[in-house]
């Protein structure tokens, strides 16, 4: 079991240029998450899925858009990349809500500087 | 509106000097506190769940508290390897349909030899 991978782990972009992040997870989890963590900020929600085929904003949308084509992958993309966006991006994954053991997974992260 | 506060920021320790790390939540309807370790340049590795004021969880030489109003996560005889981040978030209410986590910002605890 991999767990929750994510690509690449480093990328530097020129504003302007866009990028996909992927997130790839093993364990059969039906939500997925995108957050960023910035200094001093804690990990902020980007945008979630909560199904195949289905998205939806977090708290820190714009941006950003995502895809959730098959169950075990989840995309983020940066269409026009600004330095506002250097950070470090963490993929989650975790069983649907309803029972107690469905804490998130998170993958080992992408470091995105955009100068 | 939800709220997580971690503190202190950072910690320093001793080998062996026992300390506590505070989680202080405001959340509409609690459905889950989470504790986190994240090593550096690595994502965040969960640690343990609370759901009720009066639980307690344990894992080698840490033990999560929880009341109405905060977690603790108490950290007896720390070793070097237990330098880390440890991060707390909740789950509301609001955010059980969709198991969305609120954050804090973390408590940085380096343990000195």
């Known amino acids: 079991n991999a767990g929750v991978t994510q690509t690449p782990k480093f990328r530097v972009l020129k504003t302007g240029q866009s990028m996909t992040l992927l997130c790839a997870q093993d364990?059969?989890?039906?939500?997925m998450y995108w957050y960023r963590q910035d200094p001093g900020m804690g990990l902020r929600l980007i945008h979630y899925?909560?199904?195949?085929?289905?998205?939806a904003k977090g708290e820190v949308p714009d941006g950003y858009n995502v895809s959730r084509l098959k169950k075990q992958n989840f995309l983020l993309g940066l269409e026009s990349a600004a330095p506002s966006q250097t950070s470090v991006y963490f993929c989650?994954?975790?069983?649907?809500?309803?029972?107690?053991?469905?804490?998130?997974?998170f993958g080992p992260g992408t470091r995105l500087t955009v100068l | 509106e939800d709220q997580v506060t971690q503190s202190p920021e950072a910690l320093r320790l001793q080998e062996g000097e026992s300390s506590s790390l505070n989680c202080s939540y405001t959340v509409s309807g609690l459905r889950g506190l989470f504790w986190y370790r994240q090593d550096p340049g690595k994502g965040p590795e969960f640690l343990f769940t609370l759901y009720s004021a009066g639980e307690e969880k344990e894992k080698e030489r840490l033990k999560a508290t929880l009341t109405k109003k905060e977690s603790f996560l108490h950290i007896t005889a720390p070793k070097p390897e237990d330098s880390a981040t440890y991060l707390c978030a909740v789950r509301s209410f609001y955010g059980g349909a969709t198991n969305k986590l609120i954050f804090g910002t973390g408590t940085l605890l380096a343990v000195q030899p």
């Open positions: 364990m059969n989890h039906e939500y």
């Open positions: 989650a994954s975790s069983y649907a809500s309803g029972g107690k053991y469905n804490e998130q997974f």
């Open positions: 899925s909560v199904g195949e085929g289905t998205t």
